[in-house]
């Protein structure tokens, strides 16, 4: 048997124990992302092989947290890519403003800063006091890791330039407090924020949103668990609702296309903003 088959069933074993030890399911997860991420973590812990590393994860507390992290986080800064942001307040705040009560949707979601980007968005376009916003993520630790941690304050100084090249109107300042050495978003500010553990790969649709957010989870996402997904949006989707996620870097490492057929049309390829046409 070649080394390269070897190593593949060695891949599925660690994916299998992985999901009937913790529960984390990542077997539709693209293979090649999983590799990349999983390779970048054993070279810097120097673990060999994928049975190695099974081992290491299923003893070793600390192994396995790390794990997790390099799978399911993705940082962004807050405010990222600017231009965009200035598209998203020109486009959502219209449709948003037009209902008496907004749902949104934070699916899958990866980095505290695209929270509070989100959050200082709707306060500055008037459009916070009549949202819930629902923050979802697969592992539960790790959600309320995102609740309670913020940012580290070393980092505002670029936030702030973020902030003011997206169309910001204030103060970033104004919306945080300092907790050891962490900026952490005021309290005001979190009151319409419902957190809760879902799985897209196994969970069905639970509330009617005018907004899902889905920016970094897609493109980590096998061409099943990524249909899946889509097809699980539009269920959740009120008529002419919106969906903003990357669906372009999104098409997978193996060239597979996102099907595009569940009724979504793009109001911008660039920038990531699709409306569900029911």
């Keep these: 048997m070649n080394a390269l088959k070897v190593e593949e069933i060695e891949l599925d074993i660690l994916l299998e124990a992985i ?7 990542f077997r539709g997860f693209d293979r090649l992302v999983l590799i990349e ?7 810097q812990s120097e673990i060999k092989t994928y049975s190695a590393l ?3 994860i299923l003893h070793d507390k600390e192994q396995w947290d790390a794990l997790l992290r390099k799978l399911l986080l993705n940082p962004s800064p807050l405010f990222g890519e600017p231009q965009r942001m200035q598209f ?11 209902h008496a009560h907004t749902r949104i949707w934070m699916a899958d979601c ?9 959050v200082i968005l709707l306060q500055e376009e008037q459009l ?7 923050i979802t993520a697969s592992n539960a630790a790790l959600l309320q890791e995102m609740a309670d941690t913020g940012y580290p304050v070393e980092k505002f100084p670029e936030y702030e330039r973020n902030y003011l090249a997206s169309g910001g109107n204030g103060s970033l300042g104004d ?3 300092e907790e050891n050495g962490r900026l952490i978003l005021k309290h005001d500010f979190q ?8 799985s897209l790969v196994t969970d069905t649709s639970f509330n009617e949103f005018e907004l899902i957010s889905c920016r970094n989870a897609l493109a980590s996402f096998g061409v099943a668990l990524r249909n899946r997904a889509l097809r699980l949006f539009a269920a959740s989707l009120t008529p002419f609702g919106m969906l903003d996620a990357d669906l372009a870097s999104s098409n997978g490492n193996n060239g597979s296309k996102i099907n595009m057929a569940w009724h979504y049309q793009a109001i911008s390829h660039e920038y990531g903003l699709y409306r569900h046409h029911p």
């Design 19 to 25: 999901y009937r030890y913790h529960g984390d399911d």
């Design 37 to 43: 991420k999983l390779s970048a973590m054993m070279t």
């Design 54 to 56: 099974q081992d290491s």
């Design 88 to 98: 998203l307040r020109k486009q959502l705040s219209p449709w948003l403003r037009s």
């Design 110 to 118: 990866s980095s505290i800063e695209e929270i509070y980007t989100l």
């Design 128 to 134: 916070y006091e009549k949202t819930s916003i629902y």
């Design 175 to 177: 919306y945080f407090h």
């Design 191 to 198: 009151k319409n924020l419902i957190w809760s553990q879902f």
